[in-house]
């Protein structure tokens, strides 16, 4: 049972007042895991993938369609750190039960694509801006990573990701 099924009005209040929280100190702060707090964000705010686009094959599709984005910005947050990689995801393909990036410079790495347990598409305000993102969430309720949309050098979002990322958002929701 989802630990929002008690705290959802007050999360909801909360998010409501701030939705530009980070979410994991939020998830921590409250008791609850990271995937109960995009749940509880404002509905105008989260899409959630349906149906068979929550499976090993709708991680696949997500980072190949992310590839073909340039640069973005991949974030992992751990207790020990927020880990920030800015440039383009590489391409990848499924091997020995990992999703393996194959770039040989910048990002590259094997995910655990099955652990993948949800597709979030977020459109939200952080840091007094508009920010767009692809939360992947793990079984636990944890997020994976986070993609978010690429920026100019006025830090505006770059309108081609954004409607790349609307694209790939109407699809899987």
């Known amino acids: 049972m989802s630990s ?5 009005p007050d999360l909801k209040a909360k998010l409501e007042a701030e939705p530009g ?3 994991e100190t939020f998830a921590d702060e409250n008791g609850v895991t990271c995937r109960d707090v995009v749940e509880a964000m404002p ?7 349906k ?14 369609d992310v590839a073909t984005w340039g640069d973005v910005t991949f ?20 091997a020995r039960n990992y999703y393996n990036l194959s770039g040989a410079k910048g ?16 459109e939200r305000p952080f840091f007094g801006r508009l920010s767009a993102s692809i939360l992947l969430f793990n079984r ?19 309108p081609d990701q ?12």
């Open 4 to 8: 929002t099924m008690t705290a959802a």
């Open 21 to 23: 929280v980070v979410i």
């Open 43 to 49: 509905a105008s705010m989260i899409r959630f993938a």
């Open 51 to 64: 149906g068979d686009f929550t499976t090993t094959a709708a991680f696949v599709e997500v980072m190949g």
């Open 75 to 94: 974030i992992v947050h751990t207790d020990d750190g927020i880990f920030e990689f800015g440039g383009p995801i590489p391409p990848g393909s499924e």
């Open 107 to 122: 990002l590259h790495g094997h995910l655990r694509a099955e652990r993948c347990a949800g597709i979030c598409f977020m």
């Open 140 to 158: 636990d309720g944890g997020i994976m990573f986070k993609i978010f949309v690429g920026r100019d050098d006025k830090r505006e979002l770059l």
């Open 162 to 173: 954004l409607a790349a990322f609307r694209k790939l958002a109407d699809r899987m929701c």
